[in-house]
Every structure is written in C-alpha cells, then in structure tokens.
Nanobody
C-alpha cells in the first residue's frame, strides 16, 4: 500500500521560510513528484513538479522563491519556500506518480496535506 507522509508546515511571518517534506512508502518505483496547494475557496493548483532525473517546473507566482527537490534513495520530495507571502497561505499536498507492480502503469498518490499559514 502506497503512503505519502508530509511534514514541515506551520505558521510563518511574511518574508520567512519553510521547508516541506514528503516521504513515500510502499512503491516499487516513482516517476514525477511534486506539490499542489489549495487556498480556502480556491481550486487546487500545481505549485511545483520534478521528474525522476531532477527537471523541475514551477507556477509563475513562486518562481525564484520556491525550490522543489527530491532524494530518490530516500523516496522523498521537498519544497523549500522562501520569501513567503500571505498569498502563499494554503494547504499543501504532495503527490507522487508511483508504481506498485512492474507491469502496472504508475498512478498518482497524494499526501494528507499540511497547512502553511503566512501571517504577522
């Protein structure tokens, strides 16, 4: 059974930093990984994604402030968030495209979500 466990959310002042982590278990292989977020009353949006070889993409609003990375040996994806703004307040969800059997295509799995609140 594939599980994704997130950690690292919390309350931070504007201009501050946070690092989110997401550990995957139960998968035999992982393709793309990344992070979505959902603010109250808004749709979930893709924040950042990273391929198995380390190629990353970001939503325009977080470029130059957020960095996504992964450790394939640890089956972990990270989101380093800097210069946080009130607009970054949301629940952040990690995802991973995981294989559970070599002959079965990868499926997307989700973390439980972690709250990030940017406020003074």
């Amino acid at each position: 059974q594939v599980q994704l466990v997130e950690s690292g959310g919390g309350l931070v002042q504007p201009g501050g930093s946070l690092r989110l982590s997401c550990v995957v278990s139960g998968s035999t292989g992982i393709n793309d990984m990344g992070w979505f977020r959902q603010a109250p009353g808004q749709q979930r949006e893709l924040v950042a994604s990273i391929t198995r070889t380390g190629s990353a993409n970001y939503v325009e609003s977080v470029k130059d402030r957020f960095t996504v990375s992964r450790d394939n040996a640890k089956k972990t994806v990270y989101l380093q968030m800097s210069r946080l703004q009130s607009e970054d307040t949301a629940v952040y969800y990690c995802y991973a495209e995981c294989k559970v059997r070599p002959w079965v295509p990868a499926s997307r799995y989700w973390g439980q979500g972690t709250q990030v609140t940017v406020s003074s």
